[in-house]
């Protein structure tokens, strides 16, 4: 079997679905787009010998039998995209976990423990005000009233499109024991292996997020006759915030971020002092402690600076997701493999959240990365060299070997 | 003649020509409300004996001829509004002007010099992309091809709307030599007087005004996958101007104010380090080498920040007015009134334009400000006391007083 050229024809193949005329590919959860794609992943599961399977809500099993244990070595990713999306992200992870079994069932023949790919359902929250759909399911985790009732953009219920193609509720959330690795291939979707000229990323943590909304609400005045002394100007306030906390999170430095994305101004025209702004807060950082203590003297600083310029605040954690470390031994297993095989890698967290933060709780799972070129992901620019993607499925088949035969 | 009630009822009756159903008073330029305006206008000012003309594009003059010379006393304001204005910017210095006049005569008779009202077309620009039309006109200096060809929000062009209203250009722009002051109270549209418990503003200085729009360009990345080292935040560069700056400003202190008003980052989304932000700058001072002097640091310390940052910046000085100060003499003439009438006032400049800074290099020319309410204008809750208002008539026609009797 051509790893390579297998690689490169289940890409282009699964590509082909979903495509978007207004840009990259979009293939939403309960789409019939999505539909087609997991149904092409059945196919070419079934091409090299594993049993297919759904769960209720439409995540995709494939798998191949161990001949001394019924214990189960995971490996994939997520089918659906974002608006617009790439064809890497959560798809590679997919075709990278049934191409690299299906080399070492070529190769090695059948696996002492069974070797199990998993297409899942949704991990982007792109259609629907949900995440994580996909996996939580997977470890018994969803929670059915958070989707009824949910819409996406056109109206359409998440209920009746999971209906619609042919999918339902779990009837009793259940996780399964005989899991025993879970592995994740994505790609970094960031530009430290770019910059750092390396191929692969051994993931030992994916960091913690807190997400806040701010609205500072001042006073608005005619930029022309109110004096620097009488304003309330809430641009102002906003832009010592972010200036001094921005300034304080690069000398904390790695792996602290901290990113004011989200700045909109009231009225937001040229000749008035603004009387209120909106501004997003997204700060991570791998150890929980210290992505708190962060945040809570950011906090303690908009409350200071807003009293001292005459402003108030209104502040919405409105995310607060702990890191989660990855597991010790397949980290080790992963990285052990990547000496063996020479490969040029790096241990490193993953600013990004992905399936893997749901199923590490739960069972023993580690994630690899492949470079983005330009860090560029979410968008039809995603892309990774060619040959970085096969040296990502090499170092998969060679830790999925070393932990299934 | 009863100047307190005739003040009130012309507010009244003139603020009801042009009330917008969506709030507050819209009076656009050529518009139905506005040429009725206009007509109510000359009614009132033929009620005490005005001779009333229009000129070519609309500016209303009502005149009463001097026993003893030909010189005119002008005072006067404009007479269209902002969308959704209020019931004082522009027409109560119209209103004030007529009532003032008309005391003066009821009390004292016919003026040594003439007096006249002016009530000017059009200042605000909020209908056409154009201002000044009315004072430009006045003074000579309008340029007809600068209107040909523009159209307002709905595609009605500046020529067609002011012909239909039986108005036409100027022939050739001249300008009057008998006007000997010219006077034009308004609202301040600021807080000054109010935080200060003054009723009057004697204003000696029209700040100038430099406006940019600048554009700084970085690189967007995913919030969680991007050391900060690996940054080029757009928000974050103009987070550090915006604070930097204005704490300059905040030192340098009046009469420099600095704001800016309109932040538009891209693509504004929480999870995004935002690759490239448009602002605004709005910065004014009523001396022009000190404007040009903190404008050009600014200037420059953009660029270095950018540099600094790895952003570029585009800096656009797209509006760039030289402050215009008041003709002393009139200046001194109300400052006299004031202390004669024990009048609580100021010294002040404008931070605001006005029609004054169009007619003050052609004709001695100063103004007075009454208060704002929270100094807001341009708003249905645009407001000033009546008391105040009925101060601010009383020191006018002492001034005009003083200068035609």
Same mark, same amino acid.
Not at 83 to 89: A, E, H, R
Not at 121 to 124: C, G, Y
Not at 153 to 156: E, P
């Given at each position: 079997m051509d790893l390579a050229n297998t690689l490169k024809r289940r890409i282009e193949e699964l590509s082909s679905?979903?495509?978007d005329p207004t840009g990259g590919m979009t293939r939403l959860l309960y789409t019939d787009s999505w539909k087609a794609a997991q149904n092409w992943v059945v196919e070419e599961l079934q091409s090299f010998g594993m049993e297919t399977a759904f769960d209720e809500v439409g995540n995709l099993f494939g798998r191949k039998e161990g001949s001394e244990s019924k214990k189960t070595i995971l490996s994939g990713s997520h089918i659906d995209t974002v &608006?617009?999306?790439?064809?890497?992200?959560g798809q590679f992870g997919v075709i990278a976990a049934m191409t690299a079994m299906e080399y070492l069932i070529d190769t090695y023949?059948?696996?002492k423990k069974a070797l199990e790919v998993i297409s899942m359902?949704?991990? /982007?929250g792109s259609r629907f005000p949900t995440v994580f759909w996909g996996s939580k399911n997977f470890v018994g985790e969803a929670i059915n009233k958070d989707v009824e009732g949910i819409v996406d953009?056109?109206?359409?219920e998440f209920v009746s499109e999971m209906r619609r193609q042919g999918f339902d509720f779990k009837e009793k959330q259940t996780r399964r024991e005989d899991i025993d690795a879970f592995v994740e291939i994505h790609i970094?979707?960031?530009?430290v292996l770019e910059n750092e000229g390396l191929q692969i990323g051994v993931v030992n943590n994916i960091a913690g997020q807190r997400r806040y909304t701010v609205v500072l609400k001042g006073q608005a005045n005619h930029a022309g006759t109110t004096p620097m002394g009488y304003r309330h100007d809430a641009v102002y306030g906003f832009a010592k915030i972010c200036h001094e906390s921005i300034e304080k999170a690069k000398a904390v430095g790695d792996p602290l971020v901290l990113t004011f994305g989200k700045v909109e101004p009231k009225p937001?025209? &040229?000749?008035v002092v603004p009387g209120e702004v909106l501004f997003t807060i997204d700060c991570r950082h791998t150890d929980a402690d210290e992505l708190v203590r962060f945040t809570t003297d950011l906090e303690k600083r908009i409350e200071e600076i807003s009293q001292e310029l005459g402003l108030t605040a209104e502040v919405d954690l409105w995310m607060d997701e702990a890191p989660v470390p990855m597991n010790d031994q397949i980290v080790s297993t992963i990285e052990a493999q990547a000496k063996k095989g020479d490969y040029s890698y790096k241990m490193m967290h993953s600013g990004a959240g992905h399936d893997s933060q749901v199923i590490a709780p739960h069972y023993p799972t580690a994630m690899i990365f492949v470079p983005s070129i330009n860090g560029?992901?979410?968008?039809?620019?995603? /892309?990774?060299k060619f040959e970085d993607l096969v040296e990502g499925v090499k170092i998969l088949a060679d830790t999925l070997y070393e932990l299934a035969y």
């Open positions: 679905i979903g495509n &608006v617009n999306g790439g064809t890497l992200d023949g059948q696996p359902a949704e991990e /982007e953009s056109n109206g359409a970094e979707q960031g530009n937001n025209t &040229v000749n560029i992901s979410h968008n039809p620019a995603e /892309e990774t």
